[in-house]
């Protein structure tokens, strides 16, 4: 970075943590705590904002998600985490240029320029739904995914699977021990339909175009022919595609979820401790785990956040054995 680069930061960080969600704030609680200067970069819009609570989180099952971040930033910042409520909109890597230089620069949308010697990218992920209307108007609260996170709360009622791909017998599989009340709409592998009928699974041809709704609340699926599954929750595969954009301005390398051979979604590659393929550059969460659940995330945020620590360390014991080694070489020079 010139000087001239360094006089149009507003802060340099050791870390500039982009999303601000289990991930993030996890990795930003752990640096912090190591006592490096970190920013958390988030623009409040969650994957898991619809879903009215978090489950499977131990002593914070049934939290709702806005609550959960919220204690998250307070014990973050309670270390010193800094945070700011905007969009990382653009970085490039800038060449370091001495000990604890900055290798990053970021370009947020309030028009700021943060610089940052690591960066910790936990921006979650997208869900591509299914084309059927009114569909994304029920997402997180009775049209589900998962049922470890949404099971219980929909246990013995009358659920609908829209087919979408491999994944379909599978998750029918799945759900029909939350319900025995389960009927999949459209077409399913033929080898899996014998299992699906011993599980009790009602399987009914045709194509779901449109969420039927009775005062606001979900009642059913209607199929293109203009029959109506009744059903009070419905079970979609969306394709989880990676929110890879700043990434991508890197060149960090994604990869395709493929799942029986069908392209399922997106996600950026990554060793296990969250570092990927660009030096500097880590990442948690969704962006690398489609299938992780928030506490995974969680989880995912303190390894990554671990692996930067040892890495900064490292970088600042090399500089300070080379000043050391100079120092004593200056003063042989001297005689």
């Known amino acids: 970075m010139s000087d001239d680069e360094e006089t149009t930061m507003d802060e340099t960080y050791d870390v500039v943590v982009v999303g601000g969600g289990a991930a993030g704030l996890s990795g930003a609680l752990c640096l912090a705590r190591a006592r490096r200067s970190v920013l958390v970069v988030d623009d409040a819009t969650p994957r898991n904002a619809r879903a009215g609570h978090v489950h499977n989180f131990l002593t914070r099952d049934g939290t709702p998600p806005a609550e959960l971040v919220a204690i998250g930033r307070a014990e973050a910042a309670g270390y010193g985490a800094a945070f700011r409520d905007a969009t990382a909109t653009a970085v490039e890597a800038v060449a370091p240029g001495g000990d604890r230089a900055a290798r990053f620069a970021l370009t ?11 960066l910790l990218v936990t921006t979650g992920l997208a869900d591509e739904l299914p084309d059927v209307e009114g569909l994304a108007d029920h997402w997180g609260s009775s049209v589900l995914h998962c049922p470890f996170c949404h099971g219980w709360e929909v246990r013995d009622r009358p659920v609908a699977v829209v087919s979408s791909g491999p994944l379909t ?27 699906l009928e011993a599980r009790g ?8 175009v449109a969420v039927v709704e009775d005062d606001g609340r979900l009642v059913g699926l209607r199929l293109r022919d203009g029959s109506v599954v009744a059903c009070e929750a419905v079970v979609v595969a969306a394709r989880a595609m990676a929110r890879s954009a700043l990434l991508d301005q890197l060149g960090v390398p994604t990869q395709d979820l493929v799942v029986e051979g ?7 590659t990554a060793g296990a401790d969250g570092a990927t393929e660009v030096d500097g550059v880590w990442v948690a969460g969704n962006v690398a785990d489609p299938r992780a659940q928030v506490i995974t995330s969680a989880a995912a945020g303190l390894t990554a956040g671990a692996a930067i620590t040892f890495d900064l360390l490292a970088e600042e014991t090399r500089h300070a054995v080379a000043a050391r080694r100079a120092s004593a070489a200056a003063a042989v020079a001297q005689g």
């Not at 699974?201 to 779901?208: H, K, M, Q």
């Open 169 to 195: 017998a599978h998750q029918a599989l799945l759900w029909s021990h939350w319900t025995s009340d389960l009927t999949v709409i459209g077409p399913v592998a033929q080898d899996r339909v014998e299992e």
């Open 201 to 208: 699974v009602t399987l009914v041809p045709g194509e779901a």
């Open 108 to 118: 947020l949308s309030d028009g700021s320029r943060v610089a940052a010697r690591r």
């Open 262 to 268: 069908e392209a399922v979604g997106r996600f950026v």
